[in-house]
Each structure stands twice: as structure tokens, then as C-alpha cells.
């Protein structure tokens, strides 16, 4: 009985020691938290897709507070979340850049063969490692949705086994770039007028027998503008954004209506 007693008041008296350490611990310790960063995170749309240029909402929190960061950089949190961090921090950045995602490939089921039959993980990350994807254009949508799954706002289907964006949707977050193997999918400063639907760089003579919607390079669309906004560089068609006026000429002369 005597033992037991003495276990508890030992294991007592352990116990009241250790709570004052961790106590005075915690007080010598204790890092002080700036107020606005519980602020700033309530703002910001927790998505951590990464398009601010760093690693999630919260790493983007912590430079905004240490003045390492603008607070123009949140596509998915659009002007609503610009006004509220300038509202915290005080400060007046310009307008948010409104950004948006374009598929660069109109290589539907219709358009571009299969080469082979594929039967394995319904994914784009996995297909693409069996030889470029069974499409027969290796630089085209693979169309199995890695993206859509990924994107936090819905704004991506699969029509006939190629990836489409609604940019009344699109908030221009970037998540679906990182999932994509092909890199067919871009961000471009919106609005885009115009918007060349092809990243197949093989000469015409090789693309047009695996895509018939694909750009083949011949040139016609660089004759037709009058801004000097598109050239053919690599058997593609590339525009120019900063030169680009939205005529639509090139996309009139474009033989295989690749450009949209």
C-alpha cells in the first residue's frame, strides 16, 4: 500500500514539474504572430494550385506579411481577393492580371486516329509513358481528363476524347499545366482572340497523316496579318500576343482551320 502511494505522489510531483517546464518553455519560445496572417489566409481561396508562384496559400500568406510578395499575384481569387489584401496590408498593387487556359489541340476522336490499343490506368500521365499515348499525334490532348479532375472551378470536359475549357469558368489557377504530359495546354492573358490549336512541330508532310486539324506550316496565315503577329517557326504556326489586333485573318486563311 505504501508503494503505491509513494508511485503516485512520485508520478504527481513529475507531473507538476514537467507543466511549469513546458509552461516557461512556451513562454521563452514563443514566436510572435502577426495579426494580418490569419487575415490574409482567410482571404486567399486555399486552392494552393501554385499560380501566385509559390507552393500554396499558405507559403504565399507568410511572403505577403514579410513584404516579399504582391498581392496581384491570386488568379482563382480574382479582384475580390486583391481589394481584401490591399485592404490588410495597406497597399494599392495594380489591377489582377486576369489569365486563362487554352488546349492547343484540336485532335478530337475524329481527327487523329488511335495508334494502338491501350488498356491500362485510365490516365493521361500513365498513357503517355506507352510510347507518347495510343493517339496518333504524340504533341496532342491524350483525353483521358487528368485535368478536369484536377481543375477546382469545373471548367474542363472531354468532348470526343480531347480536353475543352470554358473560360467563363477558367480562373486561370494553372493546376491542369501541371498534370498535363503533353504540355498542351498554355495560360495566355485574357481575353485571347485568336489562338493557334496545334503544338505538333513535325514537318506538314508527317503531322497530316496523324491529325487532319493540325497546322501543316504553310505559312499563309503570316502572309495574311498586317500586325507582323504570327510566324511559322518549327512547322507551326506561333502568334505573337503583344503584337496580335484579333482581325481574324489568319484564321480566314488557314487552310486547315486550326486557328480559332
Given amino acids: 500500500m505504501d508503494t503505491v502511494f509513494i508511485a503516485i505522489i512520485f508520478f504527481t510531483i ?43 496559400c499558405e507559403v504565399y500568406a507568410e511572403a505577403l506579411i514579410q513584404g516579399d510578395a504582391s498581392t496581384n499575384l491570386c488568379p482563382p481569387g480574382g479582384d475580390r481577393t486583391l481589394n481584401l489584401l490591399n485592404q490588410i496590408l495597406g497597399v494599392n498593387e495594380g489591377a489582377l492580371t486576369k489569365m486563362t487556359a487554352i488546349v492547343h489541340c484540336l485532335g478530337d476522336s475524329l481527327a487523329t486516329p488511335d495508334k494502338f490499343e ?23 490532348c491524350i483525353g483521358f481528363g487528368d485535368c478536369m479532375h484536377v481543375c477546382p472551378n469545373d471548367a474542363i470536359c472531354i468532348e470526343n476524347k480531347l480536353a475543352r475549357i470554358d473560360p467563363r469558368k477558367c480562373s486561370g489557377c494553372g493546376v491542369c499545366l501541371n498534370v498535363c504530359p503533353t504540355k498542351v495546354i498554355a495560360l495566355e492573358v485574357a ?70
Fill in 14 to 56: 513529475l507531473g507538476l514539474v514537467c507543466s511549469v517546464l513546458i509552461t516557461i518553455a512556451s513562454k521563452l519560445m514563443f514566436v510572435k504572430v502577426d495579426p494580418r496572417l490569419e487575415k490574409i489566409r482567410s482571404c486567399l481561396p486555399g486552392a494552393n494550385c501554385g499560380a501566385c508562384g509559390f507552393s500554396g
Fill in 118 to 140: 491501350y488498356i491500362g490506368i485510365y490516365s493521361c500521365f500513365a498513357a503517355e509513358k506507352f510510347y507518347g499515348g495510343k493517339r496518333s499525334c504524340s504533341f496532342g
Fill in 191 to 260: 481575353p485571347v482572340h485568336v489562338a493557334v490549336l496545334c503544338k505538333n512541330t513535325e514537318k506538314g508532310s508527317i503531322m497530316k497523316d496523324k491529325c487532319t486539324n493540325g497546322c501543316i506550316g504553310c505559312t499563309k496565315c503570316v502572309r495574311a496579318c498586317d500586325a507582323d503577329a504570327i510566324k511559322v517557326s518549327e512547322s507551326l504556326a506561333v502568334i505573337d500576343y503583344t503584337r496580335c489586333t484579333g482581325c481574324g485573318k489568319c484564321k480566314r486563311e488557314c487552310i486547315k482551320k486550326c486557328i480559332h
